[in-house]
């Protein structure tokens, strides 16, 4: 039964069929070969649904709404003539300007394409003039991107939450450590980079155009302290953050920067429905085929060929971030967590790993698979968006590549890098 499953799911995406026709084809396939026939098919139905009832995922729309508005107002920018103020100067000043707004509208948005949107569009044609070649300034911005998903608000934490059962609000805290290593990683390589190349810097900015761009930029510089701020001090719960989050965006563009007007909400609202719409369309496709393949004990099969009982817990990690890794390269990431995380759910039990640490990894390995060829998300994203080929767009991204999964291996052997604040906050 797995291999027609597979080989059904394979052939329809070879075909060029949307993720989702795939997997609900495997799905039904596999249920009819188990129930000999539709006749229960309600219950395939119900599991479905069920995969999207969490009161938890209300924040997912909130926080795709929030990053759409400000994708269309005036918060990137001022965010970006901030960082450029401070770092601009330097040597691979201008990269690192870009890694560092990457992971600040990471953090204002929780969204790697709304990033690569948002950041990519004003500092590719920068880093072009300042010398950096096309395949570099792709590479980074789309792997810089990617610290969206460690940044909360972040989605791929919310779905692996709700999937495990594990505190979202934990994940959060905990994802802040790792993506400011990665951030800080990138910004070395871009200082090496600028030095070997011997690129141009920018001017630097005086003490009052600094003071002019902090101000700027200083309401937007409060979304992660609404959203860290207010987990950390018990004010509100993570869905709840999403919708002050929504308010605080419509507020800031609307009224305070008023780059927005009315008229935009329509534009707003159905690009916001158009993405939801998708994403929870995935989540209940990929709860039914999990609990497809979980009935027909596949994930059990799989994890007995590889011999996972056996493995300690940093085994366990390492054949995860393996499977993360690999599947991502040609899936969409929120189905690959739906799909896998139920699979290695009873190694992590077994050898009493923190649930914590191990979303903080799977999460990690959904970022890389995003930027990683074949099929990675965001390569597909900047080629829509800056008309590239995509062996130019892919040229760049194998050091990128290799600093991400290195700081996977660091994760491993010092799991505090996660788990400090974490402690620091709920223990």
Not at 178 to 200: E, K, V
Not at 256 to 284: C, E, N, Q
Request: net charge neutral.
């Amino acid at each position: 039964m797995a291999t027609i499953m597979m080989v059904i799911m394979i052939g329809l995406l070879l075909l060029g069929f949307p993720m989702m026709v795939p997997l609900i084809a495997g799905a039904v396939v596999g249920f009819v070969m188990m129930f000999d026939g539709f006749g229960q098919m309600g219950t395939f139905v119900q599991q479905m649904m069920a995969g999207i009832r969490p009161a938890s995922l209300i924040a997912v729309p909130m926080f795709i709404l929030a990053a759409d508005i400000m994708t269309r107002g005036q918060s990137a920018d001022r965010l970006i003539n901030m960082v450029m103020a401070f770092i601009g100067h330097v040597k691979g000043g201008l990269a690192i300007s870009t890694a560092t707004s990457c992971t600040l509208f990471g953090a204002v948005s929780g969204s790697t394409q709304a990033t690569v949107v948002a950041v990519g569009s004003p500092l590719r044609p920068k880093l072009l003039k300042a010398g950096y070649s096309d395949s570099f300034s792709l590479a980074l911005i789309i792997n810089a991107s990617d610290i969206a998903f460690l940044i909360p608000p972040s989605i791929g934490f919310i779905i692996y939450g709700v999937i495990s059962e594990t505190s979202i609000a934990e994940l959060f805290i905990a994802g802040i450590g790792p993506g400011l290593m990665i951030l800080a990683m990138f910004s070395i390589y871009c200082l090496i980079y600028a030095r070997i190349n011997n690129l141009p810097t920018e001017e630097k900015s005086t003490w009052g155009q600094r003071g002019v761009a902090m101000r700027e930029a200083l309401w937007p510089l409060f979304f992660p302290v609404i959203i860290v701020g207010g987990i950390y001090g018990g004010i509100f719960s993570p869905t709840e953050a999403a919708a002050v989050c929504v308010l605080y965006a419509f507020l800031l563009e609307f009224v305070v920067f008023r780059s927005l007007k009315l008229p935009d909400i329509y534009r707003i609202a159905k690009s916001t429905g158009l993405i939801t719409a998708v994403v929870f369309i995935l989540v209940a496709v990929g709860t039914g085929f999990s609990w497809i393949i979980s009935f027909a004990q596949i994930p059990q099969a799989i994890l007995e060929s590889v011999g996972i009982a056996d493995m300690g817990p940093v085994g366990v990690m390492i054949t995860i971030c393996i499977a993360f890794f690999v599947a991502c390269m040609f899936v969409d990431p929120i189905v690959v967590i739906l799909v896998l995380t139920p699979i290695f759910a009873p190694a992590i039990e077994s050898t009493g790993l923190d649930p914590v640490l191990v979303g903080v990894l799977i999460t990690l390995q959904v970022a890389i698979g995003s930027a990683t060829p074949p099929f990675g998300c965001d390569i597909f994203t900047a080629i829509a968006i800056f008309k590239r080929p995509y062996w130019e767009v892919i040229r760049g991204t194998p050091p990128f590549i290799f600093m991400l999964v290195a700081s996977a291996g660091l994760l491993i052997a010092f799991p505090q890098i996660a788990l400090f604040l974490r402690d620091m906050a709920f223990r």
